[in-house]
């Protein structure tokens, strides 16, 4: 299981540098060849309806991942609770088994 969530969270980290990067390499890419040509103001709203979009894709697409990153991390720590509770209550089956039937 160690291993499951050590590959999930390094896969996570991955595509959360590449959510950062290739829109940031798009949208530096747009906005030079835009930037060479703007003819009216209809260019100058495609521009920015093209940079919030990608902001606003980067912004969603790194929240996805952290969430993601997140819940796997409690279910790890939830599962090992588990397993010391598990632990216990055989301990404590053992205990009263010789309580009530005496040791054996």
């Given amino acids: 299981m160690k291993d499951f969530i050590t ?10 540098w590449v959510a950062i990067v290739l829109p940031i390499s798009s949208l530096a890419g747009l906005f030079f060849v835009w930037r060479l040509a703007p003819d009216s103001w209809m260019d100058y709203a495609f521009i920015i309806g093209e940079v919030a979009m990608f ?6 697409w790194c929240w996805a991942m952290w969430t993601m990153m997140r819940l796997i991390k409690q279910w790890d720590q939830t599962k090992d609770k588990v397993q010391e509770v598990a632990k216990d209550v055989k301990e404590i089956r053992v205990e009263v088994k010789k309580v009530l039937f005496g040791d054996k």
């Fill in 7 to 16: 590959t999930t969270s390094r896969h996570i980290r991955v595509w959360i």
């Fill in 55 to 60: 902001i606003t894709a980067v912004v969603w």
